[in-house]
């Protein structure tokens, strides 16, 4: 993958908002607000994506920020669930979206059958896991959102944490723009721009209550369901 503007704006977007998450249990001390279930799936993601650690290199940067990835997001599931004081405020009451049964089971479906038929049902299980975490990836976060409407009123470093995330993902739909345009060999995926684009939207709720917070200098408060 060639490196442009967009896609190391979007890395580093998903960089920060790793450091942010992990400076926020950090200083305050508590996973208030915070989704294990989101972490715990996009370590899934990365596992099961980056299997090409282990069969391709294609630069230090390429391997090194995949490994930065499943390090770090394996230290913030460890943080949360085993790190005084820190575990004692996880709230798994909160946290109760059942991301095994309606996240990881359909897109193990559906990651299958899309591996079967673009490949006219020959099976590479590499292939088939790569394209599970692209369907796995473009949900994992509604853990998360779902937490945070619970609670309703956003922290500062949660809601920029979430925020960062965001624009990780947009920033590499402009990535994909960029590379068809000035890519003579370019090849299309659209599963990825459809998962891409399903992720960005699932954001779309956060971000406009999140630049409203900013623009009027006061809390980062979520509506309710009701409302």
């Known amino acids: 993958m060639s490196m442009n503007l967009f896609r190391l704006a979007g890395d580093m977007s998903h960089v920060f908002s790793i450091i942010i998450l992990l400076l926020r249990l950090r200083v305050v ?13 996009f370590l899934l993601v990365f596992v099961t994506r980056y299997l090409d650690l282990f069969t391709t290199f294609y630069s230090w940067y390429n391997s090194c920020m995949k490994v930065l990835y499943i390090l ?12 005084e004081p820190i575990c004692s405020s996880y709230d798994k009451a909160q946290d109760s979206f059942l991301h095994w049964k309606f996240a990881v089971a359909p897109c193990v479906v559906a990651g299958l059958v899309t591996h079967l038929f673009q490949n006219s049902f020959s099976f590479d299980p590499i292939e088939m896991l790569w394209t599970f975490s692209i ?36 920033l590499y739909i402009l990535n994909w723009i960029y590379r068809s345009y000035h890519e003579p060999f370019y090849q299309h ?15 779309v709720d956060f971000f406009y209550y999140y630049f409203k917070s900013k623009g009027k200098g006061g809390k980062f408060i979520l509506p309710t369901a009701a409302r």
């Not at 995926?189 to 954001?203: A, I, P, S």
């Open 189 to 203: 995926h659209f599963v990825v721009y459809f998962c891409g684009v399903l992720q960005t939207l699932l954001y």
């Open 29 to 41: 001390k508590n996973a208030s607000g915070i989704s294990v279930r989101t972490h715990e799936l």
């Open 72 to 83: 770090t997001t394996a230290s913030v599931i460890h943080t949360i669930k085993f790190k």
């Open 135 to 170: 369907y796995l990836e473009s949900i994992a976060i509604l853990p998360q959102l779902i937490v945070l409407q619970r609670y309703r009123e956003v922290e500062n470093l949660t809601g920029n944490y979430v925020f960062f995330m965001g624009a990780y993902r947009f």
